[in-house]
């Protein structure tokens, strides 16, 4: 169960950012289809967020299996990526969404575009890249592949 939670999780990235990007730029352009672009952005965030707090807890390097007791967690960079900056930054990204939600409903364009552009590059620079050192080996691009 906790690798598919793992894949659904990874999958999920590119859904969110894909309908990110949807809603970004209907914003932009002032169409009437943020209404339903940013409904579906809301709930696959937070669907993103259950999943990504289950991991937290319970998960392979979760705060259940032990791990972290022994370490110092602010001197080991893994930990304090995916137990404190992943989702401190994904936590803010996911209430900005749900603040612009709020604003696309009465479609107020420029602050819903502000508030999406600003999660947009919240979730860019806390997202695992593979290219990124802290993450180690064993990421891909695409999970399963």
Sequence with gaps: METGLLHLHSVLRWVILL???????????KKTTIRSSSLWLLISAHIMF??????LIAGRF?????????????????YRFFWIEHPLMMFVAIV????????????????????????LILILAAVPWPFREVVGEGRNWFPGM
């Design 19 to 29: 309908l990110l990007l949807v809603t970004l730029f209907s914003a932009i352009a």
């Design 50 to 55: 259950v999943i990504g707090i289950y991991q």
């Design 96 to 119: 900005l969404i749900t603040i612009a939600r709020g604003k696309a409903k009465v479609l107020n364009y420029k602050a819903t575009a502000w508030l999406l552009f600003i999660a």
């Design 62 to 78: 979760g705060i259940m299996n032990g791990r972290g007791t022994d370490i110092p967690l602010m001197k080991d960079t893994f």
